[in-house]
């Protein structure tokens, strides 16, 4: 008799089994992994992606992430979605949220500015 494998698993992180094939299940292990990629090369290589040197390339940081996507999007174009593109996938997910970390940096920077300038005309 063949044995059944099973479908629980157990989170390390949580310290309790889970079951991996339900969908919300499977979005977080997702997620758990592109955050962890995410977090490993900002560690290894600086915040580039977000503060690049600019040292070749002038781009500012929203272009740079966008030339990155165009970048996966077209290996994923000229490959396809296959076990040789699995890591552009990830990588794509990753500079997505790199863009939105982005958008996100840039808001509140305009918002600091913005509440700067009120504080100052506030002291006229």
Do not use: C, H
Request: charged share 40%.
């Amino acid at each position: 008799m063949k044995e059944e494998k099973s479908k629980y698993y157990y989170d390390t992180e949580r310290n309790k089994p889970f079951n991996a094939n339900t969908t919300e299940e499977l979005i977080k292990e997702v997620g758990r992994e592109v955050v962890t990629l995410l977090l490993e090369k900002n560690k290894a290589y600086g915040d580039t992606a977000n503060n690049p040197p600019q040292i070749f390339s002038k781009l500012s940081p929203k272009e740079g992430l966008l030339a990155r996507i165009d970048d996966k999007l077209s290996r994923i174009k000229q490959k396809g979605l296959n076990d040789l593109t699995e890591d552009t996938v990830k990588d794509l997910i990753g500079y997505l949220i790199l863009y939105k970390v982005q958008i996100k940096k840039e808001e509140n920077k305009i918002k600091d500015m913005l509440i700067k300038n009120k504080k100052l005309k506030l002291k006229d």
